[in-house]
């Protein structure tokens, strides 16, 4: 079987899911898996880029993309060419992203069947670009398959009677690594270390994390490090106000990930609602502690993991989980294998896959 993964985002967590869920098809026995990333992706540009089959020229705001598309009916054609050549039996969209009906058209063209994996069933508030749940709602309705990783997204799915007669497939989301191993926690032997990171965005709940922390107070023991992008607001500003709190409001590129990983003992994530979250699929596959709040399908990702603190979404619960990760922290423990992770998880969705091929025969 020869599967084409793609994902056309620059950055984020979207190109390097793809790398590795290409890299986990590509190490099964009888699967070829072939990548197709935007040229101009981050991740391409980095130290160990991955095999990139099929680079294709995206655009570099919401103004390229408008320019972009009187030109879709003409880009159709010689995209659908490359893609005969590449030959792929089945397409998986790893994360949707603007330019995605270039893609769907292209393989409706040659008859290769395509599977999207949904991250998000629904918009979260700040995140993203105008029409961005409906450009991925039109995609969802040309795929023959879906993939979700939690339970919650899937549930959603349904409720939006988007599943149809679609073949919904449930998988988890993985570990990603970034950069080599960094020593365990607290291993630098200075006060507990905190990190929240991420887009600072109002789903991801700073202002109870800033609440949190007041109730806290000066008694324990941490430094606090607030590292993302996102549009300054008063909740940010009350962080910066609090002793031995640092707000780094930039874009991380993504070399930079891992050193920012390296340096905490543990990440808070005081989501008010999630359907997963890649941070924390980072900080596990980085051995870190973290706490985080029941929303969304933050529970089912976390509440197996060792090293994991699940809290209500308050400030009063934040505040308690912190406090017993500081005083009374989990067992520091060397992190899972997560290419076999990837490689199980890999080797059912291609099972899933080939019943869905064979349904439609």
């Not at 986990?24 to 699967?31: A, I, K, N, Y």
């Not at 792929?88 to 063209?109: E, G, K, Y």
């Not at 007669?165 to 905190?194: C, E, K, N, Q, S």
């Not at 989980?321 to 005083?327: D, G, K």
Request: hydrophobic residues 45%.
């Amino acid at each position: 079987m020869k599967i084409l993964v793609w994902h056309w985002g620059r950055r984020g967590a979207g190109p390097r899911y793809a790398a590795e869920l290409a890299a986990s098809l590509r190490s099964l026995d009888g699967v070829e898996a072939v990548l197709s990333l935007s040229a101009q992706a981050e991740i391409l540009r980095g130290e160990a880029p991955p095999p990139c089959d099929l680079p294709y020229p995206t655009y570099g705001g919401l103004g390229g993309f408008i320019a972009r598309l009187p030109l879709a009916p003409f880009q159709i054609g010689p995209l659908a060419a490359r893609l005969r050549a590449l030959r792929p039996d089945v397409a998986i969209c790893a994360m949707p992203s603007a330019l995605d009906f270039l893609m769907a058209a292209a393989l409706r063209r040659l008859g290769v069947p395509m599977l999207v994996v949904v991250h998000d069933a629904d918009p979260h508030p700040g995140d993203g670009f105008p029409f961005q749940m409906t450009l991925q709602r039109r995609l969802v309705h040309r795929a023959q398959g879906l993939v979700v990783l939690t339970g919650h997204v899937a549930d959603r799915l349904r409720g939006q009677g988007l599943v149809g007669d679609r073949r919904l497939i449930r998988t988890t989301h993985l570990p990603l690594v970034f950069g080599p191993p960094p020593p365990p926690p607290l291993a630098h032997g200075g006060p507990f270390r905190l990190l929240s990171f991420g887009r600072l965005l109002p789903y991801k709940g700073l202002d109870l994390l800033e609440q949190a922390l007041r109730l806290l107070g000066p008694g324990l023991e941490m430094e606090v490090r607030v590292v993302g992008s996102g549009p300054d607001s008063p909740v940010l500003e009350a962080l910066r106000a609090l002793p031995r709190v640092t707000v780094e409001n930039r874009w991380v590129p993504e070399p930079e990930v891992g050193a920012i990983l390296a340096w905490a003992d543990g990440l808070v994530l005081s989501h008010r609602e999630a359907s997963q979250s890649g941070v924390a699929a980072a900080a596990v596959a980085a051995g870190r502690w973290v706490v985080a709040t029941r929303v969304g399908g933050m529970t089912e990702q976390l509440e197996a993991e060792p090293q994991a603190l699940l809290c209500a979404p308050t400030a009063e619960g934040v505040a308690e989980a912190l406090r017993q990760m500081v005083l009374h922290p989990p067992p520091a423990r060397t992190p899972d294998d997560p290419r076999a992770q990837w490689r199980d998880m890999a080797a059912g969705l291609v099972a899933e896959i080939a019943a869905m091929l064979a349904a439609r025969r």
